[in-house]
């Protein structure tokens, strides 16, 4: 076989497979494991809540904090787009909510529907960075592979008006697709599956090493994605798949990025300031800093705005219940604004376009191959 330029993992073959890579397969299969209770109708407990809704899905929005805010050389190369984010953003929703606060909550779903799909092909991207020149001939066809195992799914969701679950609200997605689309969706679905396999086999017939990173990120996102979305309908089931999945590797790569620029002191980013944090002895003091931020965000949600899951958030009940629509419409924009500023800043700050990229150079400088 034609070994690839340079070994094609971000961190390791073990870290990568386990909290990269392996989430949206890990998932997936404790889903169908437990497809009796997560199925059909199935709620998600508590304490299921607690783990995956405020322990990783609020929790990673604010790690975004230690490539952004937390970091002096981010504020001074990128000091416009922090402040005009945020302020863009508030002003965006205070605006649609202050229209209908429907379309608030709709435009943040496809917003977050975006970052989604835009965070696994930036994964796809980095492990294809080292492949051969000859396999990168049909990387289009990976590309629409992975964008078709994410748009399918939502198709699907956008043609069933009886999705037992929600991004964040009931109805925030339209239920306007035909039935006959979602029919020549999983056709093509299908096709794409089908040239691929093709295009695999072709390569490894040719020498060309298999490049694993590569192929379970395409699997677990499928996986993930068609588990929690179109075979079951539970809200246990599409949490657990759809949270899982995208915010462990997040948490992943934060950490790496972090923990690599500290240990590079002369080539990294000497200004790093929190360098110290991101060592494997402190990583319960980042994922306790973390946690306790989405407490006090989820809190407030609980106390002014939902009142609900007071068994973990009882501390915010005295908080009176805001239901005067003049002041829900600055309001809710505001504790809303953690999540769209992450999805907005998470578009810039990940770029790798060049060999002098500070991403390239803090997570592979050690590495060749193609760019």
């Known amino acids: 076989m034609k070994p ?4 094609a993992w971000i961190h390791s073959p073990l870290i990568d497979s386990l909290f990269i890579l392996g989430p949206g397969v890990l998932t997936s299969a404790l889903a169908w494991w437990f497809r009796d209770s997560w199925g059909d109708g199935a709620g998600i407990p508590p304490w299921a809540w607690m783990v995956f809704v405020l322990g990783i899905d609020v929790s990673h929005v604010y790690s975004t904090l230690f490539r952004t805010y937390l970091d002096p050389v ?22 649609l909510y202050s229209l209908d606060g429907l379309w608030f909550w709709r435009a943040l779903a496809y917003l977050a529907v975006f970052h989604f799909i835009r965070q696994q092909y930036g994964f796809l991207m980095l492990y294809l960075r080292n492949a051969a020149p000859e396999t990168l001939r049909f990387i289009r066809i990976d590309q629409l592979l992975l964008y078709h195992s994410m748009i399918h799914p939502l198709i699907h969701w956008h043609a069933s008006p009886t999705r037992n679950f929600q991004w964040f609200i ?10 006959v689309l979602e029919r020549i969706s999983l056709g093509l679905y299908l096709l794409l599956l089908l040239a691929y396999g093709v295009k695999e086999i072709l390569l490894l017939r040719k020498g060309h090493a298999l490049l694993v990173p590569k192929q379970l990120i395409l699997a677990g996102t499928a996986l993930s994605w068609f588990t929690g979305i179109v075979w079951m309908n539970g809200d246990m089931a599409f949490t657990v798949t759809n949270v899982a999945s995208h915010g462990i590797p997040y948490l992943a ?4 990025f972090g923990n690599r620029r500290a240990s590079r002191p002369s080539g990294g980013n000497p200004e790093f300031h929190l360098g110290k944090l991101f060592k494997p002895a402190l990583l319960p003091v980042f994922a306790g800093a973390l946690f306790l931020a989405a407490y006090l965000e989820e809190g407030l949600w609980a106390g002014l705005v939902w009142r609900e899951h007071f068994d973990f958030l009882g501390l ?10 003049a002041t829900l419409a600055w309001i809710i924009p505001l504790l809303a604004l953690p999540q769209a500023t992450h999805y907005i800043l998470d578009g810039f700050i990940w770029r790798i376009r060049d060999q002098k990229s500070p991403v390239r150079e803090t997570l592979f400088a050690d590495e060749g191959g193609v760019a």
């Open 316 to 325: 915010f009940s005295a908080l009176p219940r805001l239901e005067d629509r």
């Open 170 to 179: 009931q109805g925030d997605f339209l239920a306007i697709l035909p039935p």
């Open 253 to 256: 790569l934060i950490w790496i």
């Open 4 to 7: 690839a330029a340079a070994p």
């Open 74 to 95: 981010e504020i001074r190369e990128r000091g416009a787009i922090l402040i005009l984010a945020p302020l863009l953003a508030w002003i965006t929703g205070v605006f």
